[in-house]
């Protein structure tokens, strides 16, 4: 799903990941929780995420601080330290404020 | 592969996108050039990009003039035309400015 966001100015975290082939079920498990507790955290808007021969995960929040908040969670920095010994190959984490947006969908006409 | 590009500040175009089930021999094509295309216009810095239920494609740029450029590109404007009447149920897309961004790699230890 297109992740329903309010007017900007509001922030994103493009978070583009190259896996290793270590624990497949055990990563599927972990990327399920965090954007489960994602979605919880406050200040949190949504999240996109595909993943082909890279994976790219936005998450959008209201504010930096939100996105501070969300990286300094224990659970998190747990998932985040098995993803630099365990499951990825290689990650950039971007943070950015989104300046202006606009959409289009055949539902809305 | 994930995109290389300099230290902030720099701008982000996030696409995200689903598609119809319409044309997708000329959806492919369209989108290959769009991305050779793309990286021959002044200010491109890079593009990460993958599909599942939603497609998500970010482009990266020197300045948000660059990014304009693209947008009014005559063959890009045929593509954004083709994708409104052909090829996306819907999408959205965001203009930002890259604040902070950090990685890491297996290869660069």
């Known amino acids: 799903m297109i992740a329903s966001t309010p007017a900007p100015p509001y922030y994103a975290v493009i978070f583009t990941s190259i896996r290793t082939e270590n624990d497949p079920a055990g990563y599927h498990d972990m990327a399920d929780r965090m954007v489960e507790l994602a979605a919880d955290q406050p200040g949190f808007l949504g999240v996109e995420s595909a993943r082909e021969e890279v994976g790219i995960t936005v ?46 969908s055949i539902d809305k006409g």
Chains 1, 2 share one sequence.
């Open 59 to 104: 998450s959008y929040w209201e504010s930096l601080e939100a996105i501070r908040q969300w990286k300094a969670h224990a659970d998190h920095q747990i998932a985040q330290s098995l993803g630099r010994t365990e499951w990825y190959a290689a990650y950039k984490t971007r943070i950015c404020r989104i300046e202006r947006d606009y959409g289009f």
